[in-house]
């Protein structure tokens, strides 16, 4: 079960590639203690594998996506998705080009790249709550025979941790060499620190925050009323009838991509570009613009392939997400107090859904509390989506940051 | 008709007030002539002047609303409304208040005021498309004796204006001392200068723009999907169903208010504060935040007073304006050639929606062609809300712009 299901250098991939990856599963044996107060049993889990797991099992790394990933991390889907997931500019780019079925963090996992997998084992699983294989609210409530739909519990990102950590421990890990992610990935990776402080070795947390600002937190709000606003959310109740939340999600994602992207990236791609023809049709209904077609399209592929129900559990998870609030009674420091692990902060100058100020704040808390943390931030145009463009300029970033995790470790025995 | 309706210093209002006013209806009796090749026959417009016009009829000041305004500018509603039609934190101020009923524009409509009533006779129209009184999608097709709903004409910033010069010939007033107005009503001001270069003696634009940026488009687009994508709009043929596209509509109203703030007026107004309690309570329908709660009012309360399609008409007319391509080939300053009016351009530090760059421009083309123009950057923190919220540091900027131009005009008479 331990060993990665990936062929090295497969045919299929570029130079670098995990080659094919198959997504497997993993039934937990015991329910997860939530936060609510509420017990879930029966969570399955979906995850990958790239790399060997080492005789010591002292080289692995847990990798958390964001909101609308999977397990699939890196490497060629063996069963081919119906879209990619990865999002933004990078899903445009890739999807319709050879990269298809490529994971959402190919550039980053592999031998040689930031997440080197000739060196480190490294684990990617769907969070719990999601709609790709882990038991989320589109899974089948085992007490009624039905999907949960809204009889789902809300969760919380330690949820997700708490998940992740029994599922590694049917794995038979232990301890973990870093947990790294970016976005909501970041956030749980903050919360591993915390929470199972001597089981984690280092952090990478991307274009990520202690606490959302109220401004995302109000943008969540507009996603999750766009989705139990239309009436085909029924609900929640919506599986098995045919009808799904299509247009609310619609409206949601495109929400999120206008907050993914900077003003100036939208302005470069798009500027005030018409879609067809040299003058306006004066039209209500049509896309007139390049960047109107653009959303249109982006809505209509995800809808696709996202659960209306998972975007609202995950969506609320991000914005109670409060490490002051949840560890440190309203401070940030206290909240860090018992972290071991060493912490590299990335990120992105444009990003103002995450922005900068965030990830300086926890360099400065945990810098306060004498603990080691690298904060880079990365000049790039991209807003908060620079965390999957941008792959090049972080590769030397988390290598050097992974390298003196394991100097430092053969130093000290 | 030349008279205005309102008792000067009335009873009811505050110092300065210009009383109690009605709003008054006046029918155009020849079809206005639309950019798209269409014509509107039967036209409408609802209006209300304060202060007098003077016997040389040169003292005219018209003031243009924005996207959610009405004909209402100052004074208190002799009909007392519903709803305020002043936005975002300025509603929620007065609203609740001694203020309500007062116009939108209250506080710069006056005696002593910006636009001070001693001196000048105002006039304020609901715009063309507008759904308070003005001629828009939801008044009645004469040619079917049903609401026009998606029959009516997409319509243009510069339909807008002509529909205004058409109703001030009514008036028997042929030329503006200024036309002025923030956001939507500001384009409509810079067009007036275009469109009727020889008519304009000065434009006062505020948080406005000549082309709002692709970011500003996607917002646009998004509020306007979440309108047609609620089955309630059913094709825009919602009048006398009983159902009304309020979901959508509420969606787009909060997309609004979040693009009408800036993040630091959030951060400072709500945090992160919880709504109820101390705690999380783990739930996905009930807002949690008090800027969820903020936003939900918001929405409630807008859509019983505003009709979703003018909704949809007014934002597509204000996505479509760019005065390059309208005027210019694609160029701003061929644009700006004809104007013979001096300009004044106020524009906020933290508008991102209507961002001070673009007034710049402005400045910085009609500068290039020798034309009179004055640009304020002031530095406030709400966001393009802050043209109505920072009413005090604008109102001296415009007194002596308009006190200039009078002294000009003493001078060459």
């Not at 890739?94 to 190919?106: C, E, K, P, S």
């Not at 989705?227 to 994602?253: E, K, L, S």
């Amino acid at each position: 079960m331990h060993k990665s299901a990936a062929a090295p250098n497969g045919s299929v991939g570029s130079v670098g590639s995990v080659g094919t990856v198959e997504t497997r599963f993993l039934d937990l044996p015991e329910p997860i203690a939530l936060e609510s107060g509420r017990e879930l049993a029966g969570v399955r889990v979906a995850y990958e594998t790239y790399g060997r797991l080492s005789a010591a099992r002292d080289n692995v790394i847990l990798v958390c996506h964001a909101l609308s990933g999977d397990a699939h991390a890196a490497g060629v889907a063996a069963s081919a998705p119906s879209a990619g997931t990865r999002d933004g500019f990078a899903a445009e780019d890739r999807d319709g080009g050879a990269g298809a079925g490529l994971g959402w963090w190919d550039g980053m996992i592999g031998p040689g790249k930031a997440f080197d997998t000739e060196r480190y084992f490294i684990i990617s699983t769907n969070l719990l709550g999601g709609c790709r294989g882990t038991t989320g609210p589109s899974s089948t409530n085992p007490e009624t025979g039905h999907p949960y739909g809204p009889d789902f519990p809300v969760i919380t990102v330690a949820d997700m941790v708490r998940t992740q950590r029994a599922f590694l421990d049917r794995l038979g890990i232990s301890r973990l060499a870093a947990v790294a992610g970016g976005s909501l990935g970041g956030m749980q990776a903050l919360e591993w620190a915390i929470l199972f402080p001597d089981q984690v070795d280092a952090v990478v947390a991307i274009a990520s925050t202690h606490a959302l600002h109220p401004q995302g937190v109000a943008w969540n709000a507009i996603a999750r009323q766009a989705i139990m606003g239309d009436p085909a959310w029924q609900d929640g109740r919506y599986y098995g009838t045919g009808q799904a939340p299509d247009a609310g999600m619609g409206v949601a994602r495109m929400v999120g991509h206008v907050t993914y992207l900077s003003g100036a990236a939208l302005e470069a791609k798009f500027a005030r570009r018409l879609q067809d023809g040299d003058d306006i049709r004066h039209t209500l209904r049509e896309p007139e613009f390049a960047v109107e077609s653009y959303l249109s399209h982006q809505a209509a592929s995800f809808v696709k392939r996202f659960d209306a129900n998972t975007y609202l559990y995950l969506s609320r998870a991000l914005t109670y997400f409060d490490l002051a609030r949840q560890h440190g009674g309203g401070s940030l420091e206290p909240a860090l107090e018992d972290v071991k692990a060493r912490t590299l902060l990335i990120a992105f100058s444009s990003d103002w859904l995450y922005p900068p100020v965030a990830s300086a704040e926890i360099a400065e808390a945990l810098g306060a509390l004498g603990k080691p943390v690298d904060y880079h931030l990365i000049e790039a145009p991209y807003g908060h989506d620079s965390f999957l463009l941008e792959e090049a300029r972080q590769i030397p970033i988390i290598r050097r940051f992974l390298e003196d995790g394991a100097e430092r470790t053969t130093r000290t025995p």
